[in-house]
């Protein structure tokens, strides 16, 4: 719960990987230009079992869906901006999807949505999205 994971690489070494895994809640954070792997292409034994993906915000992130039907984790209020991979939005409720959630700077990885935000209040409940705080606060 709220972290900033900038430019994590692609290979199952060094990728965000979510595979045999039980009760994770990854919740408030951000993800720039990073890689996000929930299963493990298609091994039943490594799929991510009650997770909950809500209230992130994926920027310039590659999310790999590997996990088989039906959904072994939930997933909700997230923001995604110029994402790649195959997670599809139907699996992902209440998200916004290709929608610029205005931080500050993430070339630099200052990544604190602006006051205006549509990260701001769209989270679970009204929270705000993403690991910090919209514009200061």
Do not use: H
């Not at 595979?19 to 954070?29: I, P």
């Not at 790999?64 to 959904?71: H, I, V």
């Amino acid at each position: 719960i709220n972290n900033v994971f900038v430019n994590p690489a692609a290979t199952d070494a060094d990728a965000i990987l979510i595979w045999r895994a039980q009760d994770v809640v990854f919740e408030n954070n951000t993800m720039i230009r990073g890689t996000l792997k929930l299963g493990a292409d298609g091994d039943p034994t490594k799929i991510p079992q009650n997770t909950t993906l809500k209230n992130n915000i994926f920027y310039q992130t590659n999310i790999a869906d590997r996990t088989q039907a039906p959904a072994t984790y939930q997933c909700g209020y997230n923001l995604f901006f110029k994402v790649a991979g195959n997670l599809a939005p139907t699996r992902c409720q209440n998200s916004l999807w290709n929608v610029d959630p205005l931080l500050a700077d993430p070339t630099q990885a200052a990544v604190q949505p602006a006051s205006n935000s549509p990260a701001c209040s769209a989270g679970e409940s009204g929270a705000n999205q993403g690991a910090f705080g919209c514009g200061g606060k």
